[in-house]
């Protein structure tokens, strides 16, 4: 009998877990961060940008005089973009705001780190 009357409580804690995770959002949809990133790691200097993580997973990455677009997904700590002119950069979710990582553009290899704005 005793069983019986902690069920209840054992399906409670597993129904209330699950639901949590479902509605755990993404630290970075809709933000908007400063990109820093070089495509040669013989380079002194780190080019800049500014990226916005939308929520429907889509990227935009603001350029100097031009503005890529592509997609982007979130793993747990781990980062991926993918741009449309075939720019693919990997990373890590450092905190809630900072990220750093490698990239490939262009044929080179880089590197790269973001500031949450």
Known sequence: MRKLFLLPFVI???????KSDDNKLSVLNETHWK????????FSFYATSDIYFKENKS?????NFDTLY???SENSNAVIIDFNNGDSYSG??????????????T???????????
């Not at 409670?12 to 699950?18: I, R, Y």
């Open 12 to 18: 409670a804690a597993f129904s209330c877990k699950k």
């Open 35 to 42: 990109l820093y990133y070089k495509n040669n790691n013989t």
């Open 59 to 63: 990227i935009d990455n603001y350029r």
């Open 70 to 72: 592509g997609e982007w």
């Open 92 to 105: 890590t979710l450092i905190t809630n705001d900072s990220i750093s990582g490698t990239l490939t553009a």
């Open 107 to 117: 044929g080179s290899n880089g590197v790269w780190y973001a500031t949450k704005k």
